[in-house]
């Protein structure tokens, strides 16, 4: 266990020690469950990295580390200790990567966490969401991936180009004399 764990793990029996006593059982009771529930967080990221990392028969990848940064969870832990390989232009990018929408950066804001997109005009079968939605999405992406960002804004898509509309010949239809509907009497 390297030093810093050990710190680590000594700092939080001092604390949960200093609660100790009658008239601070509701803030021990308090703390206690704090650590239960970051063990319990922290035990679910180390068993998705393991899971991962250990999956058998599996291929490993060109990067050893994209399992991991693909990852929501894993990514976020890495994220929130400053271990994150990729930088923020980056981890945007693989966020709105997994939205079922697409979308374009059209801008983040370092000092102000704010993100703006846009939303794309897409291949004119109306597929894409209403800025709203897009946007919760979005957050809620960015919020593992991308903690930096937050705020979401959403430009509505430019103009749409019109939908191409292809127009071919046809077989004659049957008992119409070999004229077309159009050109029938």
Do not use: K, W
């Amino acid at each position: 266990m390297s030093a810093a764990a050990e710190q680590a793990g000594r700092r939080v029996e001092e604390v949960l020690a200093r609660l100790d006593g009658p008239a601070d059982a509701d803030a021990r009771a308090a703390a206690e469950e704090i650590v239960r529930a970051l063990m319990e967080f922290y035990g679910g990221g180390l068993a998705r990295v393991v899971e991962l990392l250990g999956r058998p028969g599996a291929r490993p990848p060109a990067d050893p580390l994209e399992p991991l940064l693909g990852d929501e969870l894993v990514a976020s832990l890495l994220t929130l200790h400053g271990l994150h390989p990729e930088d923020a232009p980056t981890r945007i990018a693989r966020a709105l990567a997994t939205l079922p929408q697409p979308v374009e950066n059209a801008g983040f804001d370092p000092a102000g966490g704010v993100l703006t997109l846009r939303q794309s005009s897409g291949s004119g079968c109306g597929c894409s969401g209403d800025p709203e939605s897009v946007r919760r999405a979005a957050a809620d992406a960015l919020a593992c991936f991308a903690p930096e960002v937050t705020g979401v804004e959403v430009e509505p898509p430019g103009p749409r180009e019109p939908a191409l509309l292809q127009i071919g010949t046809r077989p004659p239809l049957a008992g119409s004399g070999g004229r077309s509907p159009a050109t029938a009497p």
